[in-house]
């Protein structure tokens, strides 16, 4: 079982993740916004961030560099998750991030690359 959090600001989102991620047996922790994500990751220890771009207070692209730079949170794989479409590119060679997917999204899909992840599998980015 894998701890995982999750960084969005779409209720229906964070359901659909909810349901995908405990399904596969893992517990998950949720954030509204960038601000609280990053208080939640340097709170605790997690395996995978599952992270959205458009997010109040503090957005998601902001919360991955911190991410990216913090000791405590550097080598914690994340998950892009956005329906900012076009934006694959930003992240091509940011070594935190292992995965981008679009909204909408298929959980099956989802599923599978945090299986992937978890099992330290090679990236597909």
């Known amino acids: 079982m894998a ?11 964070i359901e659909i993740v909810r349901y995908t991620m405990m399904r596969g047996g893992h517990e998950l ?12 990751a340097t709170r605790q220890k997690f395996d995978l961030i ?8 503090m957005d998601g692209l902001t919360l991955n560099q ?7 949170t ?9 329906a ?12 935190n991030v292992r995965y981008y997917m679009e909204k909408p999204f ?5 599923e599978e690359k945090v299986k ?3 099992a330290g599998k090679t990236p597909i980015k």
Do not use: C, Q, W
């Open 3 to 13: 701890r995982i959090l999750i960084v969005d600001d779409d209720p229906d989102v």
């Open 29 to 40: 922790n949720e954030a509204k916004n960038g601000k609280e994500g990053l208080e939640a």
């Open 106 to 110: 298929e959980p099956v899909v989802l």
């Open 116 to 118: 992937d992840i978890l």
């Open 84 to 95: 900012k479409g076009r934006m694959k590119d930003t992240f091509e060679n940011v070594p």
């Open 74 to 82: 550097k080598n914690i794989p994340v998950i892009i998750l956005t």
């Open 50 to 57: 599952i992270l959205d771009l458009m997010m109040p207070e």
């Open 66 to 72: 911190h991410l990216g730079t913090a000791a405590a």
